[in-house]
């Protein structure tokens, strides 16, 4: 069974510039959420979406934005990057029972 | 406000003998618990979860023990392996029935085995 794909592995944007992260969860899974992952601030949860629809949101911006399509595939939005938007994003995915969270690899993106 | 705290940002323990790393909580709606294993410019790995219904969770080399009223949770792992050597992350869910809530987690501790 494939893990979570996210894609790409690795982004350089400028300042002011916008971004969009793709994840592929686990096939079968419903669940997809996104957490930033900073050396100051740790793993910090962005959005979680169920069937297309946002469930759950972090303490986040509106710069930062996310969608799910039909086939649980999620994308995520970040608009105007600023220098502070430089981490590790991650996603993850969760069965319809199941309440473990598998991680993708992760896009590190830098905002120069 | 930290709602999920690890104390401790890195921890040694010697190569065969027990590691235990600690995860305190103060939101009390969490009722479900989850370590996570990390390796640098990898995603985090699921290890072992913990029910608020049950005081301890074991598989394999890894236990995880639960004190609601003290809101503390630790993972054991014994006996240490220098594969073992990672960064290990607590989080918590609050109505993880349904699967829509967002994890919270520690900012993680450092674990290094040494030969």
């Known amino acids: 069974k494939a893990g979570v794909t996210q894609t790409p592995r690795y982004l350089i944007k400028t300042r002011g510039q916008q971004v969009t992260l793709s994840c592929s969860p686990i096939?079968?899974?419903?669940?997809v959420s996104w957490y930033q992952q900073t050396p100051g601030q740790g793993l910090q949860f962005l959005f979680e979406?169920?069937?297309?629809?946002?469930?759950n949101k972090g303490n986040f911006p509106g710069r930062f934005s996310g969608r799910q399509f039909s086939n649980s595939r999620s994308e995520m939005n970040v608009s105007t990057l600023e220098l502070g938007d430089s981490a590790l994003y991650l996603c993850?995915?969760?069965?319809?029972?199941?309440?473990?969270?598998?991680f993708g690899q992760g896009t590190r993106l830098t905002v120069v | 406000d930290q709602q999920v705290k690890q104390n401790s940002p890195s921890l040694s323990v010697q190569e065969g003998r027990i590691s235990i790393l600690n995860c305190d909580y103060t939101?009390?709606?969490?009722?479900?618990f989850l370590w996570y294993k990390k390796y640098p410019a990898e995603g985090p790995t699921f290890l072992i979860s913990?029910?608020?219904?049950?005081d301890k969770n074991e598989d394999g080399r890894f236990t995880v023990f639960l004190n609601k009223s003290a809101k503390h949770l630790s993972l054991h792992i014994v006996p240490s392996q220098p594969g073992d050597s990672a960064v290990y992350f607590c989080?918590?869910?609050?109505?993880?029935?349904?699967?829509?809530?967002?994890?919270?987690f520690g900012k993680g501790t450092h674990l290094i085995i040494q030969p």
């Open positions: 993850a995915s969760r069965g319809r029972l199941n309440t473990e969270a598998f």
């Open positions: 096939s079968g899974h419903r669940s």
């Open positions: 979406y169920f069937s297309e629809t946002q469930r």
């Open positions: 939101n009390s709606m969490f009722d479900y």
């Open positions: 913990i029910s608020s219904i049950k």
């Open positions: 989080a918590a869910s609050a109505g993880s029935g349904g699967g829509a809530d967002g994890l919270t």
